[in-house]
């Protein structure tokens, strides 16, 4: 398996504009967590879906943010509109129902975004 | 809410000794906890993990110990490599909320050589 995919891996655009990123679960998965991460904050959960249905998104900033999952192999996490403040690294990430308790979580490679 | 506290933010140590990094929980229903390198410019990516049914698991050179009566659980590296710089973070499952993490603040680690 590739492991967890994510485009594009880095992305930079200016304030106002209409950020999209993408994420592809390994297959099997039923768990997908989007995550930022930045040196001030760490890394912050920002939502996360079971068999493609948001269970808590209490980590979304703001309305400007949204994700999608609209089937088990894709998701996309979109910021409308970007400001400076959203520059961090996204990541995406993956697991499997637990069997026993929680699943190991595998990230994907992550997406650089910079807003100017 | 659920919280999970990391300390050191930073530690150094020179090549050879030992490392330990603790993190304290506040969920008395988390049952999972695993640790996370994360190299520089790279993904997070699981080192080791335990589980509330065992107090301690040992991989090679890295160790977990976990106490369930006092909530926190630790990492320990032994005869450390300067390829163990990097920052780590610690876990736990959160409450009624399965395949969900709450990820401590992380920890640099330098290994001087």
Not at chain 1, 52 to 64: F, K, Q
Not at chain 1, 69 to 88: C, G, H, V
Not at chain 2, 52 to 63: H, L, T
């Amino acid at each position: 398996d590739a492991g967890v995919i994510q485009s594009p891996r880095h992305e930079v655009t200016e304030m106002g504009q209409e950020v999209t990123l993408r994420c592809k679960p390994i297959s099997g998965h039923d768990y997908l967590f989007w995550y930022r991460q930045t040196m001030m904050r760490g890394l912050e959960l920002l939502i996360y879906f079971n068999n493609n249905v948001p269970i808590d998104d209490s980590g979304m900033p703001e309305d400007r943010f949204s994700a999608k999952m609209p089937n088990a192999s894709f998701s996309t996490l979109k910021i409308q509109p970007s400001e400076p403040r959203d520059s961090a690294v996204y990541f995406c990430a993956s697991s499997s129902s637990p069997g026993q308790g929680v699943n190991e979580q595998f990230f994907g490679p992550g997406t650089r975004l910079t807003v100017l | 809410g659920e919280n999970v506290e990391q300390h050191p933010s930073t530690l150094s140590v020179q090549e050879g000794d030992s490392a330990v990094i603790k993190c304290t929980y506040s969920d008395s229903a988390s049952n999972y906890f695993p640790w996370y390198k994360q190299e520089l410019g790279k993904r997070p990516q699981l080192i080791i993990d335990i589980r509330s049914n065992v107090g301690e698991k040992k991989d090679q050179r890295i160790a977990v110990t976990l106490n369930k009566t006092a909530k926190h659980f630790s990492l320990h590296i032994t005869e450390t490599q300067p390829e163990d710089s990097a920052v780590y973070f610690c876990a736990a499952s959160k409450r009624g909320s399965q395949g969900n993490l709450i990820f401590g603040k992380g920890t640099k680690l330098s290994v001087k050589p």
